[in-house]
């Protein structure tokens, strides 16, 4: 039987340094086939139920209970729960982990059915239930085995992705260490990417809680495992959210303050000769015509794009380059009293513009308020909000982008172009990240669109 990626996962759970040969385990989705779990009593069994089968878990629990009785083998008891941005995968007893872990990672719920529905027990939520049978696991001398094997909560955004192991004492104490790892091996790189980075960047930063990654790297098995400092403290996102929701304008725009002077230490800590803008932006420009190669429509705003930065590059020298982070939204920020600490570098670039870094975090920031603030999850109502200058939020942020325009030498009255820059970086983002085109790029195709439609209005035959 071919596995799932959910169980891929949770084979990683049980058994994060491979105690066993991945053909020691059995997963079987349909317990009440007794024969085939008889004939494969040596082997590791895994049973799978969906939420509605209640009478199927039970009565498989109880066979699982009198089997460890009289083989001396292990059972354990696994929940897998869907909240939306996150998932998790933990042993049913582990219900104090599971409430540390909501408090901190996710979104607080909004409306009074949420927050009844948080209430309820995550037995009785979980979307899926296993039952694992193990028998007496090997010897394991690999150095960091028994480490990995007292992790015992597993949470991800996307299982094709980062998976994140940690133990119960770390969530609900918030002191300790988490594992960064992935079962699929094109993503492996993409971790071995972020280490480099984060090791790359900290030897240039005065302040080292500006960022947070791992710094140790562990090969157990074939298994690549990333091994950082647990950071606990609020998310950035729903900080802002509540901001919104409460219309708190002074506090968000306080908090748009605090990423300016975040993302100051950050870029001034890079030095080196100024490059001129149409070769710091070349990749972005390759990427976005092969994604538009047959679009006619998309021809005209190319050749215009490279003729603003030629004459941007004649009129002016250039930028220092520095490492761009090209996701540095809230989700991407722990607040810590007076901290801002940004997480997740995947995505890092070498000698790129600072300008698509700064752009994002101080739009997504407003983004987020205004979501918080309507209660709607509607990102493209929230850009209109924001170029409108809604609010005093909106123009506060307005106001930060030009103002950052002239901190690195160019008039504010460029804000027009260098937005125009900006969404064109946003529309690629997800397809550089993941090799295809995603909602999110999606979205600012649109805004791109509009943008430019607009702007063509206002003055015709810039576009």
């Not at 169980?7 to 997963?27: G, K, V, Y």
């Not at 603030?373 to 307005?398: E, P, T």
């Not at 937005?419 to 790029?441: C, H, N």
Request: aromatic share 12%.
């Amino acid at each position: 039987m071919s596995i799932s990626q959910l169980e891929t996962s949770l084979l990683l759970f049980l058994d994060p340094a491979r105690r066993w040969n991945d053909s020691a385990w059995l997963m079987i989705r349909q317990p009440e086939n007794e024969d085939r779990a008889v004939e494969s009593a040596n082997r590791n069994l895994v049973f799978s139920f969906p939420r509605s089968s209640l009478l199927d878990y039970l009565r498989c629990s109880l066979a699982a209970w009198f089997k460890s009785r009289r083989h001396g083998t292990t059972v354990r008891r696994i929940l897998y729960l869907n909240d939306g941005l996150l998932s998790s995968v933990f042993d049913a007893g582990n219900a104090d982990a599971y409430r540390s872990f909501s408090r901190t990672h996710l979104p607080h719920p909004q409306g009074f059915r949420r927050k009844l529905a948080r209430l309820i027990p995550p037995f009785w939520r979980a979307e899926q239930r296993f039952i694992a049978i193990q028998q007496n696991a090997p010897p394991q001398t690999a150095e960091h085995a028994a480490e990995l094997a007292s992790l015992d909560y597993l949470f991800f955004s996307n299982l094709r992705g980062k998976l994140m192991l940690t133990r119960t004492a770390t969530l609900i104490s918030g002191k300790g260490h988490i594992f960064k790892t992935t079962t699929v091996s094109e993503y492996a790189d993409s971790l071995l990417h972020e280490q480099s980075t984060i090791k790359a960047i900290s030897q240039l930063l005065p302040h080292q809680e500006l960022l947070h990654g791992p710094q140790e790297k562990l090969l157990i098995q074939g298994r690549h495992f990333f091994k950082e400092e647990y950071l606990s403290g609020e998310n950035l996102r729903e900080v802002l959210r509540l901001f919104g929701g409460n219309n708190a304008q002074a506090n968000a725009c306080l908090m748009l303050d605090r990423l300016d002077a975040w993302f100051t230490a950050y870029r001034t800590a890079f030095s080196g000769t100024k490059s001129g803008l149409s070769s710091l932006y070349a990749p972005m420009l390759q990427t976005f015509s092969s994604l538009h190669t047959n679009d006619a429509e998309k021809m005209p705003l190319l050749r215009h794009v490279q003729q603003l930065l030629a004459q941007l590059d004649r009129e002016y020298d250039g930028v220092v380059p520095i490492t761009a982070h090209n996701d540095l939204w809230p989700g991407n920020f722990i607040v810590q009293e007076n901290h801002l600490t940004a997480i997740d570098w995947e995505r890092a670039t070498p000698r790129s513009t600072p300008f698509f870094d700064y752009f994002w975090m101080i739009i997504s920031a407003t983004l987020e308020y205004l979501v918080g603030k309507s209660r709607i999850q509607d990102y493209s109502l929230a850009f209109r909000q924001f170029l409108q200058r809604h609010d005093d939020v909106c123009c506060h942020a307005h106001h930060k982008l030009e103002h950052f325009l002239e901190e690195l030498g160019f008039k504010s009255s460029m804000y027009n172009q260098f937005m125009l820059l900006f969404l064109m970086e946003w529309s690629i983002q997800g397809f550089k990240a993941l090799g295809r085109v995603t909602d999110m790029d999606q979205l600012a195709r649109g805004e791109l669109a509009a943008f430019v439609m607009q702007t063509a209005a206002s003055k015709p035959g810039t576009v």
